[in-house]
């Protein structure tokens, strides 16, 4: 090597060793007290050995500080680059807390909204681990942090749908930088570290948790115990999802038969229908291998919402959950159901419905709450989905909770029905207080109120029953076939096989307006 050199080499050498240091030793050293890994040592954990490429190491912080005392600024407090995850391609990055308690500054923001751009243009997903005290303030009051912010937040707009964004949330993030994890398809949440805030004052000690935002706000989809096991949801996550909206999610190998039947399955449900089962024994007796990836598994649990494969491929999964408040609908779970599928129509992964719902929940607080437009969002997304849909319908399938769960006039490409199946504008129950009110008041009155009650109820069961509906093809609820519970495994199997290669598309417009 040429003298001429050696100062050159000298200085990148000095970078790096800034790099590494990041914050300096005592920094690094009250990051671990917490419990919490350093940015490099996450992004280590995440990508396959020596695949992590990063760019920006050179960027530095170039504005005077709010005190006047210059602190170390290595890559403006943000470690970023291409990595590779289980050999896929991905591009990462992560907010350095010994920088300046990985504040976000304007040269970072700007570093940041390239990496968001890159990823969208090289169709790969995005992996973002956040651990900062939001914005940081210098003596020029930032309206050049702002733009680069703004910047940040409208490419990670643009590009949603198009690549897979997940969020690994490790330690707080408040102020206008809250809107980033929420933005993603997927945040996964530190239960002892993580701290999610946009501003204002709290009125429960525990606003802002990880068990605040999965339980409560429902902006959380993963919670994990610690660093290391919200890194290993990451990658489980990752296995469900393709690179990008024209991939498929990769297939995987099973041992479980794509014929199997399950006897299991007619023991399952109650025989009286004013009890309960829970629709997470199903789920397991149908999948491959019993494996479910659930996700919000604490909101709004009366639906479920996750990933599993058939035959090896990839289908989201929105369930009904009879054992909690009999599967109702209301605003939470109709969030929760909206977010879900629209990424997976996005992304192309079929969506599979189980069905057993007593509808959507009447009364004045839940009108108060917005009930009708919460559905009304559901109707939208529902009408506007393109992937595979195959609806499921073991039991009850009420009122709006029938339509927004894909009834046979909603065109999902295959709907099955449990013999149990019921279809009802509500629950036959309610119908004979409404319609017979007068002969229940006479018999209770002669001492035969159960007598006339079952009698009533038994007849609207059998007119709502499948096999008087489903005689009429085109006129009421009705489904493609009938078939034996133990079948319902192989006939999702066989429907997901003949929706493969499906297309469909929407009604030519600029764009669909969903209800506020």
């Not at 995440?46 to 602190?71: L, N, Q």
């Not at 029953?465 to 006129?475: A, I, N, P, R």
């Not at 499906?502 to 764009?511: D, G, M, V």
């Amino acid at each position: 090597m040429g003298k001429w050199m050696d100062g050159y080499m000298d200085k990148l050498m000095n970078l790096r060793r800034e790099n590494l240091a990041g914050g300096g030793r005592e920094r690094v050293e009250r990051q671990r007290a917490l419990g919490k890994l350093t940015a490099r040592e996450r992004i280590e954990k995440i990508a396959d050995p020596g695949s992590f490429e990063e760019f920006g190491s050179a960027v530095r912080d170039t504005r005077p500080p709010y005190d006047g005392k210059s602190r170390p600024s290595p890559g403006d407090g943000v470690v970023m680059g291409l990595a590779r995850i289980k050999g896929r391609q991905v591009l990462i990055y992560a907010l350095d807390f010994t920088v300046m308690s990985g504040s976000l500054r304007d040269q970072a923001a700007w570093k940041l909204a390239d990496l968001v751009k890159m990823a969208g243009q090289w169709k790969v997903p995005l992996v973002g681990v956040i651990d900062s005290a939001g914005e940081r303030l210098s003596m020029k009051n930032g309206d050049v942090g702002f733009n680069g912010l703004a910047h940040l937040l409208r490419n990670y707009c643009l590009y949603s749908g198009i690549i897979p964004r997940i969020t690994l949330l490790l330690g707080p993030c408040t102020g206008l930088l809250a809107y980033l994890p929420v933005l993603s398809d997927f945040l996964i949440m530190n239960r002892k570290t993580s701290f999610l805030w946009l501003g204002g004052s709290m009125e429960t000690p525990e606003a802002g948790s990880a068990e605040f935002h999965m339980t409560r706000s429902g902006q959380c989809d993963l919670v994990a115990g610690s660093d290391e096991e919200a890194i290993e949801q990451l990658k489980t996550l990752l296995d469900y999802l393709p690179q990008n909206c024209w991939d498929k999610p990769p297939a995987a190998e099973t041992r479980d038969d794509p014929a199997r039947t399950e006897e299991a399955l007619l023991d399952v449900m109650p025989d009286n229908p004013k009890f309960t089962y829970d629709m997470h024994e199903v789920i397991e007796k149908i999948v491959d291998d019993g494996t479910f990836f659930e996700l919000k598994e604490e909101y709004a649990p009366h639906l479920i919402t996750g990933f599993a494969r058939f035959g090896g491929r990839v289908t989201g999964i929105i369930a009904n959950n009879p054992d909690e408040l009999s599967g109702i609908f209301e605003p939470d779970s109709s969030d929760k159901m909206d977010r879900f599928m629209n990424f997976l129509d996005a992304f192309g992964i079929p969506l599979l419905t189980l069905v057993d719902t007593t509808a959507f929940v009447p009364g004045d607080k839940w009108e108060r709450l917005g009930v009708i437009r919460h559905g009304a969002k559901l109707l939208h997304s529902y009408a506007h989905l393109t992937c595979p849909k195959i609806t499921m319908v073991l039991r009850r399938s009420y009122g709006g909770g029938n339509i927004v769960m894909g009834c046979s006039r909603m065109n999902p490409d295959f709907i099955y029905g449990w013999p149990t199946m019921e279809f009802a504008p509500t629950g036959p129950e309610t119908v004979v207080h409404a319609v017979f009110n007068k002969e229940l008041a006479k018999a209770k009155e002669e001492g035969k109120y159960e007598q006339v009650f079952n009698f009533y109820l038994n007849i609207l069961k059998e007119m709502f029953s499948v096999f008087q509906m489903g005689k009429h093809w085109t006129t009421y609820y009705t489904v493609h076939e009938i078939i034996d519970p133990r079948e319902t495994r192989p006939k999702i199997i066989k429907a997901l096989e003949a929706t493969a290669d499906k297309y469909e598309e929407w009604p030519e417009k600029k764009r669909s307006i969903k209800p506020a």
